[in-house]
């Protein structure tokens, strides 16, 4: 199977269900930052601190995976496969990393800046790809239909990588940088 097809060289790609559009379209901007976020996600998944964390993270991977192929297809040429629906489950499960992660957590008493170490300061871009993924959901959601579970899951994700950090930031030992209005 050859890699390149060429069917994108005049700035069109390919929806599920056969549609063409712009690369530009909304729908490729917001799975295309999905698909941002998973390589980052993978990335982050790469250290070491955070190999008791990998079954969280590579099914973090499968849902992002899962909701690109969400926002993929036209749902006015095809249905939504089944494999392609984020559920109420699938947002709990994050609810619940996040519960467990908190629980050993010193409890947030000022603003935390991204960084204090390398696994901290990628879970911080993830956080932030997060952010902006969510916020190319919701442009989406103002022209097709969405469902409110992949917003969700979404907006959970960002809460879930903030934690994370704190997280391993503590299990390494590495310093929270607080932030301080005064300089």
Known sequence: MKIYTKTGDQGETGLIGG????????????YGTIDELNSFLGLL???EALSTELITLETIQHRLFVIGSYLATDTNMTKIAEVSII??????????????????LPELRAFILPGGCIE???CHICRTISRRAERRIVEVSKFYTIDNHVIIYTNRLSDYFFTLAR????????KEILWNSVD
Do not use: H, P, W
Request: aromatic share 6%.
């Open 19 to 30: 549609t063409r559009v712009s690369k530009s379209d909304v729908r490729i901007e917001a």
């Open 45 to 47: 998944a790469s250290y």
């Open 87 to 104: 559920r109420s489950n699938d947002i709990e499960k994050i609810e619940q990393e996040i519960d467990k992660m908190n629980a050993v």
């Open 120 to 122: 901290a300061s990628f």
């Open 167 to 174: 997280y391993i930031s503590l299990k390494i030992g590495a």
